[in-house]
C-alpha cells in the first residue's frame, strides 16, 4: 500500500512539473500569435479572391514555396494590386460569366503567387508561371507588368489561361491519343531550338506547343483566349501551309467539343467575353 501511495504522488508531482514546463515555455516561446494586422491590399485580396473563391492570393515572400536554385524575389507591392485585378478580370470574372457563377469555385487553383522577378532557366528560356498540383499557379515577372501595354498585358495573363487549363484537364482528361494523331511528328523536348513561325507551318500554334500533347492542347486554349476571333484567326490564316491550317483547326474543334461537352462552356463564347475584358483592362 505504501509503494501504491508513493507512486500516486510521484505521479502527480510529474505531472505538475510537466504543466509548469509547458507554461513556462508558452510564455518564453518567440512565435507570434497576435492576429495580423491586415492592410488595405490584403482586405482587398479577401474580398475579391478569398471569401467569394477560397483563394488565396500569396504576395509576401516565403522562401519554402520558391526554387532556391532560382534568383527570384517578392513583387514590389504597388505591383500587386493591378496584376490582381487583371487577372480577377480576364481570368476569373470570363470564366465566371460563360461558366456560371460557382464554375470557379468548383475548379481553381487554390492559391496564387505572385514573384517579382524573371524566372530564367538554364536554356536561356524564361518560365512565365507554374502550376502545381493543380493547387497553385506562380506568376513571375509581377513587377514587370504594365497593364496598359496590350501585348504586355496578354503576356502576364497568358500565365493562367494556359496553366488553368491543365487544370481542367486535371480534372476531366482529354483525348490524349485522338489528339497527337492530329499532328503525330514535331513534338520535341527541344522545342525552344524552334522558332513560332516554322512551328506553325507544321499544325502547332506556339514553339512551345510542341513540347508535349497536354501543353500543345494548353497552348491551343492560351492562344484562343488571349487574342479575340478576328485576330486568331488572322493568326490561322498567315500559315502558308494548308495542311498545318486544317490541323490546327482539327486541334481547335476538338478543344471546343471537350469545353463543351465536359463543362458546358461555348470556347467561342468565352473568347468574346476574355477579349471585351482585356480591353476593360486596358481602358481604365
Same mark, same amino acid.
Request: aromatic letters at 10%; proline letters at 1%; hydrophobic letters at 40%.
Given at each position: 500500500?505504501?509503494?501504491?501511495?508513493? $507512486?500516486?504522488?510521484?505521479?502527480?508531482?510529474?505531472?505538475?512539473?510537466?504543466?509548469?514546463?509547458?507554461?513556462?515555455?508558452?510564455?518564453?516561446?518567440?512565435?507570434?500569435?497576435? @492576429?495580423?494586422?491586415?492592410?488595405?491590399? #490584403?482586405?482587398? +485580396?479577401?474580398?475579391?479572391y478569398t471569401k467569394p473563391y477560397n483563394i488565396e492570393a500569396i504576395y509576401k515572400w516565403n522562401e519554402n514555396s520558391s526554387a532556391a536554385n532560382r534568383y527570384l524575389h517578392p513583387p514590389i507591392v504597388d505591383s500587386v494590386l493591378p496584376a490582381l485585378k487583371a487577372v480577377k478580370k480576364i481570368w476569373? #470574372?470570363?470564366?465566371?460569366?460563360? $461558366?456560371? =457563377?460557382?464554375?470557379?469555385?468548383?475548379?481553381?487553383?487554390?492559391?496564387?503567387?505572385? +514573384?517579382?522577378?524573371i524566372n530564367l532557366n538554364p536554356s536561356g528560356t524564361i518560365t512565365?508561371?507554374?502550376?502545381? $498540383?493543380?493547387?497553385? +499557379? @506562380?506568376?513571375?515577372? @509581377?513587377?514587370?507588368?504594365?497593364?496598359?501595354?496590350?501585348?504586355?498585358?496578354? !503576356?502576364?495573363?497568358?500565365?493562367i489561361q494556359h496553366e488553368y487549363c491543365h487544370i481542367l484537364n486535371q480534372t476531366v482528361p482529354f483525348d490524349e491519343a485522338a489528339y497527337q494523331l492530329i499532328t503525330p511528328v514535331g513534338y520535341t523536348a527541344q522545342w525552344?531550338?524552334? #522558332?513560332?513561325?516554322?512551328? !506553325?507551318?507544321? $499544325?502547332?500554334?506556339?514553339?512551345?506547343?510542341?513540347?508535349?500533347? @497536354?501543353? #500543345?492542347?494548353?497552348?491551343?486554349?492560351?492562344?484562343?483566349l488571349s487574342n479575340n476571333?478576328?485576330?486568331?484567326n488572322a493568326i490561322i490564316d498567315a500559315i502558308s501551309s494548308e495542311e498545318a491550317r486544317a490541323s490546327i483547326r482539327k486541334k481547335e474543334a476538338l478543344i471546343a467539343e471537350y469545353y463543351k461537352s465536359n463543362f458546358n462552356i461555348d470556347l467561342?463564347?468565352?473568347? =468574346?467575353? =476574355? =477579349?471585351?475584358?482585356?480591353?476593360e483592362v486596358l481602358n481604365n
Open positions: 500500500m505504501k509503494k501504491i501511495q508513493l $507512486g500516486f504522488f510521484f505521479l502527480i508531482g510529474l505531472l505538475l512539473f510537466s504543466s509548469c514546463q509547458r507554461e513556462e515555455s508558452v510564455e518564453n516561446s518567440e512565435i507570434n500569435t497576435e @492576429t495580423p494586422q491586415l492592410t488595405s491590399l #490584403d482586405k482587398w +485580396i479577401r474580398e475579391n476569373l #470574372d470570363s470564366y465566371s460569366e460563360v $461558366g456560371g =457563377a460557382d464554375f470557379i469555385k468548383k475548379i481553381a487553383p487554390r492559391e496564387l503567387q505572385l +514573384i517579382g522577378g512565365l508561371g507554374l502550376a502545381e $498540383g493543380g493547387k497553385r +499557379i @506562380t506568376f513571375f515577372n @509581377t513587377d514587370f507588368l504594365n497593364v496598359k501595354n496590350k501585348s504586355n498585358l496578354i !503576356r502576364f495573363v497568358s500565365t525552344f531550338n524552334e #522558332d513560332v513561325s516554322s512551328s !506553325r507551318e507544321l $499544325g502547332f500554334i506556339t514553339d512551345y506547343s510542341r513540347a508535349s500533347v @497536354t501543353e #500543345d492542347f494548353a497552348e491551343m486554349v492560351n492562344i484562343m476571333n478576328e485576330d486568331y467561342y463564347e468565352l473568347q =468574346a467575353v =476574355a =477579349a471585351r475584358n482585356t480591353l
